[in-house]
Each structure stands twice: as structure tokens, then as C-alpha cells.
């Protein structure tokens, strides 16, 4: 269960200011957690190669290089980490990059920290962090594939479970990114699968992308 006990939290952030805010948002969510910090990329890479963690809270922006290296990093390792993006940047590219090398969460560090801290802390209620414009850019990103769905007779809320579980997100990740119970995503997969005719998740996804429902990745 989300975080162990003894667990290790990592957040990497190269402003002093907000490094300090983002832990103290840490500490609030998961007392437990021994929290370890980095400033930079090349800081943050060594601490991945010595540590397991649980949570992982990254800045995008560092002075030398993009997180999404780090996440990529992160994502290979044998030791699941739950990735949390914490950034500035509220555009399209950047969500959807961090989301497809591994995040399971966006934040923007814009909010107060209560709203952070509430974030964080529905983690451990499979409600992945995801920041009020993230969600409305991912469920625009659902809205824009329309000629697709008419082709593959997918109603809207299907449509958004495909993205999402093609994406990689597991049954309760999608249950709480769309506010539905895990059966009622099942049921929604096994109609899905009905329909496009596939019988597996990796079908699944070569025929979302052939539709055009989500993006090759």
C-alpha cells in the first residue's frame, strides 16, 4: 500500500523558496515519508541510482535538463515510484510528455497549498494529483477526436477510458481520473472490447491509435 511505512519521497525543484514549500506540502500529505531533495537534474539522476522511492515530486524546468529525463529514469527502475509532476508549464506538450515517460500526476504550483496538499494526499484513495487544468486538457484532448469515435461507434465516456487505459493507467487510476467505480470501468472495457473486437489490453491500444484515438506513442 501507497507510501510504505519506512518510504522515501524525492522532490526535485531548483528554486529554494518553492523546493521548501513543495516539502513542507510532502510532510502535510505523507508524515512518514523521509523526504529527499534535489536542485538539479544531474542531483536528481544520482539519487535515483541510490534510493528507492515511493513518491516523486519533479520539477519540469531544471537548469540543466527537462524532468522528464528524470521521470524516464525513474519509470525504468524494477521499484515502482508514484510520479508527480509539480510545474509551471500549463500547455499541452508538456502534460501530455510527462504523462507518456511515466507521471501519474500534474500539478501546477500556481495553487495554494491546501488545494496541493488535498492533491497529494488522494493519492492514497487512487485519485490520481491531477491540477484543474490538466484534467480540462486532457478531457479537451478526448473531445477532439470525434471523427474517431463516429468511425468507432465509442460513445464519449468509452472514448475516455480508451485514452486513459492505453495510456498505460491501471483500472483504478481511470476509476479516479473519471470519478466512476473500478467495476463500472471494467464494464466499460468489456464493451469496449466488444466493440472495436479486440481481446486484449495491447489490442486495444493499436486499435485506438489506428482510429486515431489517442496519439501513437
Given at each position: 500500500m501507497f507510501p510504505h511505512s519506512d518510504g522515501k519521497a524525492l522532490v526535485v525543484e531548483d528554486n529554494p523558496d518553492t523546493l521548501e514549500w513543495l516539502v513542507s506540502c510532502v510532510q502535510a500529505a505523507f508524515p512518514a515519508l523521509q523526504i529527499v531533495t534535489a536542485s538539479d537534474l544531474a542531483l536528481g539522476k544520482s539519487l535515483v541510482e541510490k534510493h528507492n522511492f515511493d513518491l516523486a515530486l519533479i520539477d519540469l524546468g531544471l537548469p540543466d535538463g527537462s524532468g522528464i529525463e528524470l521521470i524516464k529514469t525513474l519509470s525504468l527502475k524494477a521499484y515502482s515510484s508514484y510520479i508527480v509532476v509539480a510545474t509551471i508549464y500549463d500547455?499541452?506538450?508538456?502534460?501530455?510528455a510527462a504523462l507518456k515517460s511515466g507521471a501519474k500526476g500534474y500539478i501546477l504550483k500556481d495553487q495554494d497549498r491546501e488545494r496541493i496538499v488535498s492533491y497529494l494526499k488522494g493519492i492514497k484513495k487512487n485519485r490520481p494529483p491531477l491540477s484543474a487544468a490538466s484534467s480540462a486538457r486532457l478531457i479537451s484532448h478526448f473531445n477532439s477526436k470525434g471523427d474517431a469515435l463516429e468511425r468507432s461507434a465509442l460513445t464519449a465516456r468509452e472514448s475516455e477510458v480508451?485514452?486513459?487505459i492505453g495510456k498505460g493507467y491501471s483500472v483504478e487510476d481511470t476509476a479516479g481520473m473519471l470519478k466512476l467505480s473500478p467495476d463500472t470501468?471494467?464494464?466499460y472495457i468489456k464493451g469496449i472490447y466488444a466493440k472495436l473486437g479486440v481481446g486484449n489490453r495491447a489490442e486495444l491500444t493499436l486499435e485506438a491509435v489506428r482510429l486515431?484515438?489517442?496519439?501513437?506513442?
Open positions: 500547455d499541452d506538450k508538456n502534460l501530455f480508451v485514452c486513459l470501468i471494467k464494464g486515431g484515438i489517442i496519439d501513437s506513442v
